[in-house]
């Protein structure tokens, strides 16, 4: 294993962060606090963080609706995130966004999307600006395996391996778009689509960080140099609804005590470093309560903040009527 | 006579209209939900349960649930109205337009004129649209003026479940595409409906109220806001004429002007993007077709030229309100 | 208190009515009224018309003004027959007021009267109002009406009488599939009516082609009809715009309704967009063309009107009262000339094809003392 102390550290907190900004919005929607409707990343946790620790501040990343887990991985301001759930002016948008559109460019994160297969056509773009101005990073555009039956991520891919661009396309696979199934949706498979065009493609078992950091490490240096772009099919599972308040009656209870106890990535992460001996048990419990800690400030401080008033309206426009 | 809510108004059409011709099916994403899964089967029916129950009656042939494809969902709906079926196919948020559009604007709308009035496509489409949701920039889209741009597509609006109803029966038995638009708002709205199917025939505009002093023009969930000012100001002595445009295309514009000229001031009350909308639109008709009736200047209450911002504050500041439209209203009584 | 003053007052219209909105006084403060009068205009959810006058004597205090909207009972104006001073007047309005309790807060919501019930394998719709009365009275609309054409009749009536309006198959909230619609059904329709209600002796009181069913009902089932008042009825001569039928079934607008409507009144004003809106919500359920279709054949045939009903008119044993409107564009009124002087005989003038809700006191009058003799 090529990963240090310091990074399995850094691994383990980004993943418990994830962890608790959506285990707290997950009650904090159920109590009525929070307004819209947001989708949660619990249980996918080991994806964004395998992925992001492999991409420095100037790489790139095009999130979906889903988009909590993949922001907080690339760096973005849990505080801030929090506040643009509530609507709150110093929300990361300022409020005019909310959890579907949460974006800071200054980490490299393009954007959580409404739109699903909006993200890997923006990849493309970022790829092309990098491969233009030669400067060896990357963009990676995530989707779900919904999202895998659009035509945009189709044809992206087949952009990417023509330019031969620094794109990587993430398939978050967690069975299921909405209440319909994977094996309804998916004709043949997403593997063979990667293929189909010429992609690097692997299948990775989203459930171990470790894999999927391992798979992506080989394709982001590839990608970075100049070996073109590839696709990664991460087979995952998420704890909640599709979106808050949705019944989950298309899953059975078996299915759900599964997920939640059998396919935990952090449950997972955890035995595996103390049973290799590669960190101590104290100091993951210590990362845990203060990923609580931090998650609970912010959702304090998010309540408290100010709402954006009638000023703020007509900002950020370039002409207003 | 049964009072039901504007979502079991649309359902029931729906029920009727496939019960009475095997051509009708619906497709769309999760309409029924559950498919390949071990659980519940009609597990969702639309993502606000609009289409809950119907695959009990008509099984996966008929209530078709697909990928997420929306330009596949449309262009094969269409392919479907031009070959013997009736399709009603569901884009689960207006603003996913954006990924279809083409099999829309140059396909579906296109057939019956450039095959020289050989093919007919009856095609529905219908489609969530505005704000109030806290759904932000994506979700919550009116884009309703840009359908009705379109020649060869007919765009309706119902405001109410009497409407809603009637029009989408008539939708569906129509022989051109109609993009049938339901206000999220809405759904739970109740009101008079017969059990009775009964078509509302399209390019007729409904007088919802009637008066002497001014004129609101609506549609869709501005119906409601004008005739709850209509009656504020009626309290205060006014009495306004309330019109529900119903369909944007064909639009009756014969109501438009008999309603604009019963009182010569005129308010136009529409949610979507203030630039090249419907408001713009009938104000530009009444302007070169009555001008002579005016008394005031033609008054609009639209959202600022910005996209639909998330933040509730914020959204209740963009929407039109009951509050803004009695403003503008007594600003010209 | 002075006996002198009387409070007019919100009329009810029909027995949904809840509010009216005073559109136009027609009479002023000072104002010598006599009873029949019209005195202000009132609009309603279904209808804009005007209003009689109650009483003989001077208004003294308009007390709702154009504008108002009031609950139905509440005082609209005092009349006196001699004037009265001011602190009279206001002691009286007062003195109403205190006594006076709104049906609308009283009730809570919309209450729905209407019942249904299956006669012959069909499911009619009705709305009675029974006061334990003696007398029965049943009310059957024209061509393309329903129950609410009676809305300035039944409610009056039911004061003295017990009260039923139907709706005809294919009409109103009625079963809109019928396999057949002689006359001679719908007369048993009615006596079959009478039985699933327990009506064992009937004032009917019919409009136009419902004025056909009364006459074919007396005479089928004579030891059932007490009397009957006729209001523009079929069956008396071969002329009837043939063309009214036609375009009503077939409207397809508002537009087009309203000029067909038009031509049962003599004063279209009275004709509001609630109203033709109530007509197409009926027209547009399914079927209700193709029903009314075969009822327009049973009226009409070749232009002229299928049935003679003359004998049949002639030789009723019971009471009959014939109210026909003047300039009735639909049927001409000069066919009341076939009729024996038996038959009592009204011609209003101002007044076309719908007596009953033009000239209702007219008609509430005839049905009253065709009843009573
Ligand atoms: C173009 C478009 N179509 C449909 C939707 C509605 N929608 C939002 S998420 C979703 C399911 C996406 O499934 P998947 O891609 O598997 O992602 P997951 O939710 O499982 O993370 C759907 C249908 C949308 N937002 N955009
Ligand atoms: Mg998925």
Redesign the interface.
């Known amino acids: 294993m090529q990963l240090n102390r310091e990074e399995l550290l850094k691994a383990y907190e980004g993943m418990c962060l994830i962890r608790e900004f959506d285990d707290a919005v997950h009650y904090e929607f159920a109590a009525d606090a929070m307004p819209g409707f947001v989708h949660l990343y619990v249980g996918e946790e080991a994806s964004a963080m395998g992925i992001c620790m492999n991409l420095n501040e100037k790489d790139t990343i095009a999130s979906t609706h889903r988009g909590h887990g993949h922001c907080i991985a690339k760096g973005c301001d849990v505080n801030d995130m929090m506040k643009e759930l509530y609507g709150k002016k110093d929300g990361i948008c300022g409020g005019k966004g909310g959890s579907m559109h949460i974006a800071d460019l200054s980490k490299g994160m393009l954007g959580a999307n409404g739109i699903v297969g909006g993200g890997p056509p923006i990849v493309l773009g970022a790829a092309l600006t990098y491969k233009t101005k030669k400067t060896n990073n990357v963009s990676v555009g995530f989707f779900g395996d919904g999202a895998s039956n659009q035509g945009s991520i189709s044809e992206s891919m087949n952009m990417a391996s023509v330019l031969k661009l620094p794109a990587i396309f993430v398939c978050e696979d967690n069975g299921y778009a909405e209440s319909t199934a994977r094996e309804y949706a998916v004709g043949g498979k997403i593997l063979d689509r990667g293929k189909a065009f010429g992609l690097d493609s692997h299948e990775v078992d989203g459930d171990n960080f470790f894999e999927v950091y391992e798979a992506a490490k080989h394709v982001i240096d590839n990608a970075r140099n100049g070996k073109g772009p590839a696709l990664l099919h991460i087979k995952t599972s998420k704890v909640y609804g599709h979106f808050e308040g949705d019944a989950i009656s298309y899953r059975t209870k078996e299915e759900n005590e599964r997920i939640k106890n059998d396919e935990d990535p952090l449950k997972i992460f955890k035995k595996k470093v103390i049973e290799a001996g590669l960190l101590e048990l104290t100091q993951l419990e210590n990362i845990e309560n203060e990923s609580k800690a931090k998650i609970k400030k912010a959702i304090q401080e998010s309540k408290e903040a100010e709402f954006p008033n009638a000023n703020d309206l007509l900002t950020d426009v370039y002409i207003k009527y | 006579?049964p009072i039901k809510t504007y979502r079991e108004a649309i359902n029931e059409a729906l029920l009727q209209e496939m019960k009475k011709d095997e051509n009708v099916v619906v497709i769309g994403?999760?309409v029924a939900?559950?498919?390949?899964?071990?659980?519940?089967q009609d597990?969702?029916g639309g993502?606000l349960g609009v289409t809950k129950g119907l695959l009990k009656h008509f099984g996966r042939e008929r209530i078709i649930?697909?990928?997420?494809?929306?330009?596949?969902i449309m262009g094969m709906a269409s392919g479907a109205a031009l070959t013997g079926l009736r399709p009603v196919a569901e884009l689960m948020f207006v603003?996913?337009m954006?990924?279809c559009f083409d099999q829309i604007l140059n396909q579906t709308a296109k057939f019956r004129y450039m095959f020289g009035g050989k093919a007919v496509t009856p095609l529905t489409i219908r489609t969530m649209y505005g704000g109030g949701?806290?759904?932000?920039?994506?979700?919550s889209q009116c884009l309703y003026p840009m359908f009705t741009h379109v020649p060869g597509i007919k765009v309706v609006l119902p405001s109410n479940p009497?409407d809603a109803k009637?029009l989408l029966i008539q939708s569906i038995r129509d022989n051109d595409p109609v993009i049938f638009m339901e206000h999220k708002n809405l759904y739970d709205t109740s009101g008079d409906v017969?059990d009775?199917?009964?078509?509302?025939?399209f390019g007729?505009a409904?007088?919802t109220r009637?008066g002497k002093d001014l004129t609101f023009i609506a549609m869709g969930q501005t119906v409601e806001i004008c005739n709850n000012v209509a009656d504020t100001l009626?309290k205060e002595?006014k009495?306004c004429t309330v019109l529900d445009l119903r369909t944007l295309s064909p639009l009756d514009e014969?109501?438009i002007l008999e309603a604009a000229e019963e009182t010569g001031k005129i308010v136009i009350v529409d949610e979507s993007y203030?630039r090249c909308n419907v408001a713009t639109d009938i104000s530009a008709l009444i302007c070169q077709k009555s001008f002579d009736s005016l008394k005031a200047g033609i008054k609009m209450v639209t959202p600022?030229?910005?996209?639909v911002?998330?933040?509730?504050?914020?959204e209740d500041?963009?929407l039109p309100s009951e509050e803004k439209v009695l403003n503008v209203a007594k600003e010209i009584l | 208190m002075s006996t002198n003053l009387v409070a007019i007052t919100m009329p009810k219209w029909g027995l949904s009515m809840k509010e009216g909105s005073i559109l136009k006084w027609i009479k002023s403060n000072g104002d010598n009224i006599s009873k029949g009068d019209m005195i202000l205009e009132i609009e309603t959810e279904k209808v804009v018309n005007e209003m009689e006058s109650p009483e003989d004597g001077k208004i003294l205090k308009i007390c709702a003004n154009e504008g108002d909207t009031v609950p139905v009972g509440s005082i609209i104006a005092v009349c006196g027959k001699q004037d009265a001073s001011n602190e009279e007047i206001d002691a009286f309005i007062e003195e109403f007021n205190s006594n006076f309790k709104s049906e609308i807060n009283l009730e809570e919501g919309e209450e729905d009267l209407n019942e249904k019930i299956k006669v012959s394998d069909l499911e009619i719709n009705f709305i009675k109002n029974i006061n334990s009365n003696n007398e029965n009275i049943l009310f059957i609309h024209g061509f393309g009406g329903d129950l609410n054409n009676w809305m300035f009749n039944q409610n009056e009536l039911s004061e003295k009488f017990n009260t039923y309006a139907i709706d005809l198959p294919g009409h109103g909230m009625s079963e809109k599939n019928i396999h057949s619609s002689t006359l001679d059904d719908l007369a048993n329709l009615i006596s079959s009516f009478c039985i699933a209600t327990d009506i064992n002796s009937v004032n009917l009181v019919g409009h136009s082609f419902g004025a056909g069913i009364s006459i074919k009902t007396a005479s089928l089932y004579p030891d059932l009809i007490n009397s009957l008042t006729l209001i523009s009825p079929i069956g008396l001569g071969k002329e009837i715009d043939s063309a009214y039928l036609e375009n009503f079934i077939n409207a397809e607008s508002r537009r087009d309704l309203k000029k067909e409507i038009e031509k049962l009144y003599f004063n279209s004003d009275i004709i509001t967009r609630d109203m033709l809106n109530e007509v197409l919500k009926s027209l547009r359920i399914d079927n209700v063309q193709s029903t009314l279709s075969k009822i327009q054949n049973e009226i009409i045939i070749n232009g002229e009107q299928k049935n003679n009903l003359i004998d049949e008119i002639n030789s009723a044993k019971v009471p009959v009262c014939v109210v026909w409107g003047k300039e009735d564009q639909i049927i001409p009124s000069n066919h009341h000339e076939v009729l024996n002087d038996r038959i009592k005989i009204i011609i209003e003038k101002d007044c076309g094809h719908m007596a009953h809700i033009e000239k209702p006191s007219v008609v509430n009058d005839a049905i009253n003392s065709t009843i009573v003799g």
């Open positions: 006579m994403e999760d939900g559950g498919a390949g899964t071990n659980g519940e597990a969702w993502v649930d697909t990928p997420i494809t929306e330009t596949a603003d996913f954006g990924v949701l806290r759904a932000a920039s994506q979700h009497y009637g017969p009775e199917s009964y078509s509302i025939p007729e409904n007088f009637e009626k002595g009495t014969d109501s203030p600022p030229h910005t996209p911002p998330f933040s509730p504050p914020l500041l963009y």
